[in-house]
């Protein structure tokens, strides 16, 4: 039965019932003609023309007994009943094969699937079954749901995760500026003469609570931000990174450099953010130069931002961008530009890579003694490009 499996669900039913029906109908025709051949057999009645010397002769037959003429009438309810047991048993054995052969085992695989979603267990595949009709499609579409599901949850999870860091890391470093400035205000109430200075720095420390605050609103509305692409040309986001570059890094040597690119749907706005953060925190490390390069590679658009600069932090290369994660003193600048770069860039179904440029050799850097022991870091943020049949 291996080749009905391979039919689809109408083609499998129809040959089975097809099997099932010409028996029962060949059945059917022989029982009828037995029964009646039979009662002829047992009860003949009537009469036999007969012709003898060319003269016809009539002879009556004998009448039956009583035990034949109920032999024949047990007979005549067989020549009825057969057919339609016949008929009936087609229909029975025909319906269990097909529930057997290309019902049971997917039903099966979907009932065990749907017991263990609701009772939200996901670490599991759905097997796909023997039979590639409708049914082993469902299976297949179950898995792809099962995945996206376990793919969704997990990255809830992670997104809980990055709240519960985002919250720790905010509350800890809003705890410092507000120790200041209760210390502040103890010495205010202590040391009237002073009370300029010491208002000038209440007010310092109270500017970066402020500064705290909207930098943790703005992560906010970036995950909130609603994913809208469009179609654009390549040369008009060159463009707007040669515009960037000298903005952002006035003072610096900046290069752009870009493959022939076509258009690309995407979204300009987390595209532009995410270029202008990388610019702007690459232009503040950098020493002279700055690189921004622009390429497709398969469905992603690559953006990349070199500097030589000191190159990223180990933690950093390690951890990963974290909010508030900055190791510059500077009261303007709390650690979010990666994070948010980050945030987007998996928002746009791709990933931002940290990585530094590996360090020169003993030998290289004798031969330079100007040569940097840190020759520079490198950002690269992809974005996956979206089709216009695609929905969000």
């Given amino acids: 039965m291996g080749w009905i499996k391979k039919m689809n669900l109408k083609k499998a039913l129809f040959t089975l019932t097809l099997m099932g029906l010409v028996p029962a109908a060949l059945l059917s025709a022989a029982a009828f003609f037995g029964c009646v051949h039979l009662k002829e057999k047992v009860a003949p009645q009537g009469v036999i023309a007969q012709l003898h010397n060319s003269q016809p002769v009539v002879r009556m037959?004998?009448?039956?007994?009583?035990?034949?003429?109920?032999?024949?009438?047990?007979?005549?309810?067989?020549?009825?009943?057969?057919?339609?047991?016949?008929?009936?048993?087609?229909?029975?054995?025909?319906?269990?094969?097909?529930?057997?052969?290309?019902?049971?085992?997917?039903?099966?695989?979907?009932?065990?699937?749907?017991?263990?979603?609701?009772?939200?267990?996901?670490?599991?595949?759905?097997?796909?079954?023997?039979?590639c009709d409708e049914l082993g499609l469902l299976?297949?579409?179950?898995?792809?749901?099962?995945?996206?599901?376990l793919a969704n949850n997990?990255?809830?999870?992670q997104q809980a995760e990055e709240r519960k860091r985002l919250n720790a890391a905010f509350a800890h470093d809003l705890r410092n500026p507000v120790t200041v400035l209760k210390g502040t205000v103890t010495l205010l109430e202590r040391e009237a003469p002073e009370s300029q200075e010491i208002l000038?720095?209440?007010?310092?420390?109270?500017?970066?609570?402020?500064?705290?605050?909207?930098?943790?609103?703005?992560?906010?509305?970036?995950?909130?931000?609603?994913?809208?692409?469009?179609?654009?040309?390549?040369?008009?986001?060159?463009?707007?990174?040669?515009?960037?570059?000298?903005?952002?890094?006035?003072?610096?040597?900046?290069s752009v450099t870009a493959s022939s690119l076509e258009k690309v749907r995407l979204d300009c706005?987390?595209?532009?953010?995410?270029?202008?953060?990388?610019?702007?925190?690459?232009a503040r490390f950098a020493k002279s130069s700055l690189s921004i390069g622009l390429?497709?590679?398969?469905?992603?658009?690559?953006?990349?931002?070199?500097?030589?600069?000191?190159?990223?932090?180990?933690?950093?290369?390690?951890?990963?961008?974290?909010?508030?994660?900055?190791?510059?003193?500077?009261?303007?600048?709390?650690?979010?530009?990666?994070?948010?770069?980050?945030?987007?860039c998996l928002k746009h179904g791709g990933e931002l890579l940290l990585t530094n440029a590996p360090a020169p050799k003993a030998s290289d850097e004798?031969?330079?003694?100007?040569?940097?022991?840190?020759?520079?870091?490198?950002?690269?943020?992809?974005?996956y490009l979206y089709d216009s049949q695609e929905s969000f």
């Fill in 154 to 157: 997990r990255f809830l999870w």
């Fill in 61 to 131: 037959l004998p009448q039956p007994s009583e035990e034949a003429l109920r032999l024949a009438g047990t007979l005549e309810v067989l020549q009825l009943l057969l057919p339609i047991l016949f008929f009936v048993s087609a229909v029975f054995l025909t319906s269990s094969l097909f529930y057997r052969i290309k019902l049971k085992e997917p039903i099966g695989i979907l009932k065990a699937g749907a017991d263990r979603i609701m009772t939200q267990d996901l670490d599991f595949s759905i097997p796909e079954p023997a039979s």
């Fill in 200 to 254: 000038c720095r209440l007010k310092t420390y109270t500017s970066r609570i402020e500064q705290y605050i909207e930098a943790m609103s703005s992560i906010q509305r970036l995950e909130q931000m609603p994913l809208q692409t469009n179609e654009i040309d390549g040369s008009s986001l060159t463009a707007d990174l040669r515009d960037a570059a000298k903005l952002l890094a006035p003072g610096l040597s900046c």
């Fill in 295 to 344: 390429e497709v590679r398969e469905k992603f658009l690559i953006l990349s931002v070199s500097d030589d600069g000191p190159g990223y932090p180990r933690q950093l290369l390690q951890n990963g961008p974290l909010p508030f994660g900055s190791t510059e003193k500077n009261a303007g600048h709390f650690g979010m530009g990666l994070y948010s770069c980050r945030t987007l």
């Fill in 139 to 149: 299976c297949s579409a179950f898995e792809k749901m099962r995945k996206t599901l």
């Fill in 269 to 282: 706005r987390i595209f532009s953010i995410v270029a202008q953060n990388l610019i702007g925190n690459a």
């Fill in 366 to 383: 004798k031969k330079d003694a100007d040569a940097p022991k840190h020759p520079g870091a490198s950002a690269e943020a992809s974005f």
